[in-house]
């Protein structure tokens, strides 16, 4: 069982700029792999981007210019910064984690709103 507290969601003005953070805790010692995932209602959900325990980084290419992934491993927490926000980054985000035996692991989400 893994928990998540995801913050730092909310509305933001088009240009803006957000972090969102999770902290995972619970069976969180065979971490692979955390990441953003968003989803807007009636459309294809798709990941933001992700870290590997490594630090290597992989960004959707809608985003891979105006975000920043980062984590930090001795707490299990981690950071999306997504800067110069649109319209359309408007989405409910979610934490995952994905452990070395490939179970994904969701958190409850976090609402992300950019006016504009």
């Known amino acids: 069982q893994v928990d998540f507290v995801e913050s730092g969601g909310g509305l933001v003005q088009a240009g803006g700029s957000l972090r969102l953070s999770c902290a995972a805790s619970?069976?969180?010692?065979?971490?692979?792999?955390m990441g953003w995932y968003r989803q807007v209602p009636g459309k294809q959900g798709e990941y933001v981007a992700t870290?590997?325990?490594?630090?290597?980084?992989n960004y959707t290419d809608s985003v891979k210019d105006r975000a920043t992934i980062s984590r930090d491993s001795a707490t299990n927490t981690v950071y999306l910064v997504l800067n110069s926000l649109r319209p359309e980054d408007t989405a409910v985000y979610y934490c995952?984690?994905?452990?070395?035996?490939?179970?994904?692991?969701w958190g409850q989400g976090t609402q992300v709103t950019v006016s504009s």
């Open positions: 995952t984690l994905l452990n070395i035996l490939s179970r994904t692991y």
């Open positions: 870290i590997t325990d490594g630090g290597r980084t």
């Open positions: 619970g069976a969180t010692f065979s971490t692979k792999t």
